[in-house]
């Protein structure tokens, strides 16, 4: 037995010894062992009852130890509010928030009692107008159609998916039970760039497959793109979108190295290479190098994968290079059929601290850019956006809808949903709750019909309660949502529209300004003329 599993049972395993040694202390006539022998029998019972059960994964990894956790967060949750963190106290998400993960997913009452614990005269603080007279609930399984003119194969995707997260990040169980959980609720798993494992293929739930700069899945010994081998992946009637990462919002810019000691051999054949060595994900691809190049490797993958949707991943950054992007465009009469704006909030995967706080443009504002870009140029209703950076509830969803996206991933909101208790140690291969490992004793706590039902609960009751939400603010359907359903307070005695923040572009009106002067927001004045599509760096300007 390892020490890692021997220091989980611990209070097991010496809670059934001082039972042993406790009746057989009994026998020999000392009758103040009983003092000992009782409650260690029933601790160790607990610890048996903990070994087997298949619904809490931290008591499965930590028998009789695990329940502490479950007494502090529910039995005396005074003591965790008043003397550890408040309710509301996001690090990076806040009790309330985890909570209503976990209640949607185990289907439990997921009501609010005795008002909002917010302080509504507070900076930043936003909400929903509601209409006098609501719209009827609809259905709630919303739906967006993903493919452009260009494409054969459009897919019908729900508008609220499951977000980039690789086989190697996420322990297999994990993946299994995201996959089964997104086949039962009818809605999309991202593989992340770590290619399509055989878990993300055993239960059939549809795949976003994420092309990363180092091409796994699709890949020749050199690093190098494979057509043959992306065609091959590609084609599976399993994936249905194609998605080229430019960037991520928990390290834009920024490449990685999973050491060769996690390098498995499943790992390495999921993504195409050596196994136990040192796997590099470089920080730029090498299949293009400008704007038009971009442009041309997403119409060759959309051919190569029977004309599939095809689309592009960022973080923003330089905001000339999205320009760069949307004039390459124009230049070739090539489109991505969708484009998600990862915000520079998101991210489950370890990175520097400079890059996770001060590096990539929030999804706000980089949401924002590429909508009105796409608007300005007329180009919207053939591409397509998703966005992902701290979604986990319904309003996240209709105030990211109403400021340009089409639909919303959620990574650490399906995470919670799968029994994460954001211990952070997902970089340490120490996760109590098994979502994040590679150790197998670990995973194990992990059941995977469970946690898969819980999967398809939270993606079913979040999109109930968007249905809701919008039913009261006298809306039918999600794509209905604009910037003026969302107020936000700047101070306390000031609030404004979400349209307020910047300036929305006319449809057309960045190919009526070639020079930028009439545009109406500074970012477009400056950098709109001195973008080029022959290049990702900046021109003089016109």
Known sequence: MDLPIASRYSAFFVCAALSLAGFASLAAGMTYAGWVAWPALALTLVGVRDLTQRQHSIRRNYPILG????????????????????????????????????QRAKRQLDKVPYGTQLDLREAGIEWINHSIIPAAVQPHDFRVAVGGPSCRAPYSASVFNISALSFGALSANAILALNRGALAGGFAHDTGEGGVSRYHREHGGDIIWEIGSGYFGCRMPDGRFDAQRFAEQARRAQVKMIEIKLSQGAKPGHGGVLPGAKVSLEIAQARGVPAFTD????????????????????????????????????????????????????????????????????????????????????????????????????????????????????????????????????????????????????????????????????????????????????????????????????????????????????????????????????????????????????????????????????????
């Open 67 to 102: 329940n502490l956790r479950f007494f502090f967060e529910f039995v005396r949750p005074e003591l965790r509010q008043y003397f550890l963190e408040s309710d509301t106290e996001a690090l990076p998400f806040s009790r309330n928030q985890r909570s209503i993960v976990y």
């Open 279 to 542: 796997c590099l994900s470089p920080a730029m691809h090498s299949e293009f190098s400008t704007p038009i190049g971009l442009l041309e490797f997403v119409a060759r993958l959309r051919e190569l994968a029977d004309g599939k949707p095809v689309g592009l991943k960022m973080c923003v950054g330089h905001a000339w290079e999205l320009f760069a992007i949307a004039k390459a465009m124009l230049a070739t009469g090539i489109a991505p059929d969708f484009i998600v704006v990862d915000g520079a909030e998101g991210g489950t995967g370890a990175a520097p601290a400079e890059f996770v706080d001060h590096v990539g443009m929030p999804l706000q504002e980089g949401l924002l850019l590429v909508h009105n870009t796409l608007v300005g140029l007329n180009l919207r209703e053939r591409v397509r956006i998703g966005a992902s950076g701290k979604v986990i509830t319904a309003f996240d969803i209709a105030r990211t809808l109403a400021i340009g996206a089409d639909w919303c991933n959620s990574a650490r909101g399906f995470m919670f949903a799968l029994g994460c208790v954001q211990a952070q140690h997902c970089h340490l291969d120490t996760c109590p709750s098994g979502v994040a490992t590679q150790n197998p004793s670990r995973m194990r706590a992990l059941v995977v019909p469970d946690k898969a039902e819980r999967v398809a609960s939270f993606h079913r009751n979040t999109l109930k309660a968007l249905a809701e939400l919008i039913a009261a603010a006298g809306l039918t359907h999600p794509n209905q949502l604009r910037p003026h359903h969302i107020v936000q307070r700047v101070s306390p005695n000031e609030v404004r529209l979400l349209s307020h923040l910047l300036p929305f572009l006319k449809p057309g009106e960045l190919l009526e300004s070639a020079h930028g002067e009439q545009l109406p927001h500074k970012v477009y004045q400056v950098w709109w003329p001195r973008a080029r599509a022959e290049s990702f760096g900046v021109g003089s300007g016109g």
